[in-house]
């Protein structure tokens, strides 16, 4: 990108100044000379045509012609007269530089008077007088070449010594121009280097001028500001290493308490077997004994196996079977698999379904899976009962699927850790804890979210987002 340096603003700026200076300066002087000429040359004509009338007086009484023509041809003579005349008052030429002209009609005039130019040429008049009474006219032509070739003499002049002072200050101001802008360069240089990480960078100025003490103050800023960062990276690295500490502490202490749950959630049913087992063992030939035992350690280990099928779905992720799901359907199935749950709670489901076609693109399986885990933490917060609200609706993008209940709420520092494996206020044997766990992942695999509002005493809201189907998208 094309930029425009300070040296050359600098140039520009002081040729700017000098052109417009010095224009004014020489366009005053002109004028200035150009009256000035223009006065001295009228002031000549008048005293030259005065002098012309009075040595023409004697010479016009008499009517002396010779010494007329004489006259003329002397004042004719003088510089920058182009030609004399001397008429009768009755405006006859009597003497003409041309004599050509002599007995023409001339210009009449009553005193003395300066008229246009023409041709080039001032013509000037005086009377001649005696006794009161007009004897004649004497006109004298005044070229002003010798003024307008001096004039144009000072503005040549004057041009040049401009000219000269103009590029005495182009080249000053280069020269000023070049040391502010190296010393700036190295400025920027400097900043660059410390914008790329390296603090150490400095700047060597040794003028005692303003850019002097910049560079100086620079300096001084790089030096505090290497320290500080020093300083901060020592911080950071001390930082990081608590961090680092406290994230392994935390890793040890999930680990612990996953390793604690699983333990907790598979020994409750292997102490079952073996209970089971023990009693078969001291009565073998109690058949009616043997059914009741057997039945309770194969219930034993469909708990193990769920817990174990969970397990493996949490760390390995959920293999997704993706068709058009309709949300409202999944739902009712959701409902109808949990329907004796809800009549055994005396929990009354109310249903508020924005669209009754709304649809995901997703495994229907694993949505029932995470709905109904999330059903049956509400029915188990309303142990005496209550309402449950299960509504949709879209907004942007997703569609919403909420579950309100008013059963006991979760407290604020229990709803932190809802989505923790094997976390559970339940009673033992109540709940394995894997439920909202299971359900927050099955629900990030297909791209949604799911967020809990909740205060003791006053009920559950839980929120899930599931992006809907493409189609449904582009006509939203």
Not at 213 to 242: C, P, S
């Amino acid at each position: 990108m094309f930029t425009f340096s300070l040296r050359y603003k600098l140039v520009l700026s002081v040729v700017l100044i000098e052109v417009i200076m010095l224009t004014v300066m020489v366009v005053n002087n002109v004028r200035t000379n150009t009256a000035t000429m223009r006065d001295r040359m009228m002031a000549r004509a008048r005293t030259t045509v005065e002098l012309f009338a009075t040595t023409s007086t004697n010479a016009l009484l008499t009517m002396d012609l010779g010494s007329l023509q004489e006259y003329v041809n002397q004042v004719s003579g003088g510089e920058d007269v182009v030609y004399a005349v001397v008429e009768t008052p009755e405006g006859i030429i009597i003497a003409h530089t041309d004599k050509k002209r002599v007995g023409m009609r001339g210009t009449f005039a009553e005193d003395v008077d300066f008229l246009k130019v023409k041709d080039n040429v001032f013509d000037v008049s005086y009377p001649v007088i005696i006794a009161e009474k007009l004897i004649g006219r004497v006109w004298i032509g005044f070229s002003p070449e010798s003024a307008i070739t001096a004039i144009h003499k000072i503005r040549n002049q004057g041009i040049l010594i401009a000219g000269a002072e103009i590029m005495i200050s182009i080249i000053a101001s280069l020269f000023v121009g070049i040391f502010l802008t190296n010393s700036l360069k190295k400025l920027v240089s400097a900043t660059k280097d410390m914008s790329e990480g390296d603090f150490g960078a400095r700047v060597r100025i040794k003028s005692r001028d303003e850019i002097g003490e910049l560079g100086y103050v620079f300096n001084e800023m790089a030096e505090g500001l290497k320290q500080r960062t020093e300083e901060m990276q020592v911080a950071y690295n001390k930082l990081k290493d608590a961090q680092e500490q406290i994230i392994q502490s935390e890793k040890m202490a999930s680990l612990g308490r996953f390793v604690a749950g699983i333990a907790h959630e598979i020994n409750n049913p292997l102490d079952g077997i073996e209970n089971c087992v023990n009693s078969i063992l001291k009565e073998p030939d109690n058949k009616k004994q043997l059914i009741e035992y057997l039945n309770l350690v194969l219930e034993s280990f469909e708990k193990v196996e769920t817990i174990i099928r969970q397990l493996k779905g949490y760390s390995h992720g959920y293999p997704l079977h993706r068709t058009r799901v309709l949300v409202r359907e999944v739902l009712e199935d959701s409902i109808y698999s949990l329907k004796e749950l809800f009549a055994d709670a005396n929990i009354e489901i109310k249903r508020t379904y924005e669209d009754h076609y709304d649809a995901v693109f997703g495994d229907n399986v694993y949505i029932k899976q995470a709905l109904v885990n999330i059903m049956m933490n509400s029915i188990d917060a309303m142990p005496k009962g209550g309402t449950m609200d299960i509504f949709t609706k879209k907004d942007n993008g997703f569609i919403q699927v909420g579950f309100k209940d008013n059963g006991v709420g979760i407290s604020d520092v229990n709803l932190k850790r809802v989505f923790e494996p094997f976390f559970t206020t339940k009673e033992v044997g109540k709940g394995t804890g894997l439920g909202l766990s299971v359900s927050h992942g099955i629900i990030e695999k297909h791209g949604g979210k799911i967020a809990i509002e909740s205060a003791e005493g006053l009920g559950t809201t839980i929120i899930v987002d599931l992006p809907v189907e493409e189609g449904q998208r582009d006509a939203a």
